[in-house]
């Protein structure tokens, strides 16, 4: 018997009888991070890591039923030894490893491999069958270091700070912002937020990971002398909006993986497109599928067909694909609503 097989309402284990991410309500729901396409309400019982709780609380509701476990601590249900470990994607993500009779499967979620300072970072599982996404599955897509990425956008802020001007920043707001706002240098001005961003720095800073200080938009009038030297975080769907115009004249950028490819930059119409993906590329992904020892692999949303074709043929393993419903919060078309 497959440990986890797909199901119209998610991806489900039937020895458990529980299911991971579902996206349609169930009875019992793994989580395993807190992104709006793994993580729904209406679901009778959920189930995540420790530190996904303040942020899945935020999101879904204060007074959800939520049990959760820390990194590696086991539980068993039905016969199905479960645990969660660091996924490295944003605060809280976690892999799923489920081992019954002696087989070990291993359910990715999102991550990243680079560790980046707001949350635990990746940890290859050895396990049999490992469930991998694959949101940036293709060759072309192989991130510069953050490192790099962070003075690219520090050199853009204080540039424009040194012309008068304010820099908006587009970036989904779970996550990302939190990741850019770590590797900001705050020397330059100050640091303004959206309201979808301000309450979830607040969670990230009660979970002991250190965000500089931000100022919420909504307390600044145009014309505020701290624009014309600010940096401003917004989710994507504030472009174009009347929100914008309290910062007079500004340069606007968009941080996301799909900046590395120019038509993706030129159709959101910004100045500038940095390279930051908190979704691993494709040697990630190869380097974390050859960690988990797993002789079989599930590649789930994404380039999938490239993936699978790339294992069976490259690498020799029993590759197949599982069709679910996730979708790509770092894609600009397909974030949800702030």
């Known amino acids: 018997m497959d440990l986890v097989v797909a199901r119209p309402e998610g991806l489900y284990c039937p020895p458990g009888d529980f299911y991971i991410d579902p996206w349609r309500p169930v009875e019992r729901a793994v989580i395993t991070h ?9 679901m009778g019982h959920y189930l ?9 609380r935020s999101r879904i509701a204060a007074d959800m039923p939520l049990q959760t476990l820390a990194y590696g601590e086991p539980i068993e249900h039905h016969g199905v030894r479960l645990s969660f470990h660091p996924a490295g994607h944003v605060l809280g ?33 050895r396990c049999h069958t490992f469930i991998t996404e694959s ?23 204080r540039a424009n700070a040194a012309a008068g001007r304010a820099s908006v920043l587009f970036c989904y707001a779970f996550g990302k912002a939190q ?23 607040k969670v990230y800073r009660e979970g002991g990971i250190y965000l500089p200080p931000t100022v919420y938009a909504g307390d600044l009038k145009k014309g505020d002398p ?36 120019r038509g993706t930059r030129r159709r959101r119409g910004v100045d500038r ?18 960690q988990t020892g797993a002789e079989r692999v599930m590649v789930t949303h994404g380039s999938v067909a490239v993936l699978v074709r790339y294992l069976r043929e490259m690498r020799g393993l029993d590759a ?10 770092d894609d600009a078309t397909s974030q949800e609503a702030e």
């Open 93 to 125: 993500s976690a892999q799923v490893r489920l081992e019954y009779k002696g087989e070990v499967w291993v359910a990715s979620g999102d991550y990243k491999v680079e560790p980046d300072g707001t949350c635990a970072p990746f940890e290859p599982v």
């Open 226 to 261: 701290r624009l014309k030297h600010a940096i401003i975080l917004a989710p994507p769907s504030a472009g174009g909006s009347t929100w914008m115009r309290r910062f007079g004249d500004y340069a606007d950028a968009f941080a996301s993986g799909w900046m590395m490819l």
């Open 320 to 329: 197949q694909a599982f069709e679910t419903e996730y979708g790509d919060e």
């Open 48 to 56: 995540a890591s420790r530190d996904s709780e303040g942020i899945l």
């Open 273 to 290: 497109g940095f390279v930051l993906s908190d979704h691993a590329d494709w040697p990630g992904l190869l380097w974390a599928i050859e």
């Open 179 to 201: 990741r850019i706002l770590h590797g900001l240098d705050e020397s330059i001005g100050s640091i303004v937020v959206h309201g979808a961003v301000e309450p979830l720095n």
């Open 34 to 42: 807190a992104h709006g396409d793994h993580a729904r309400w209406g």
């Open 135 to 157: 949101t940036f599955g293709l060759p072309i897509y192989k991130w510069p270091s953050q490192a790099e990425i962070f003075r690219e956008i520090n050199d853009w802020w």
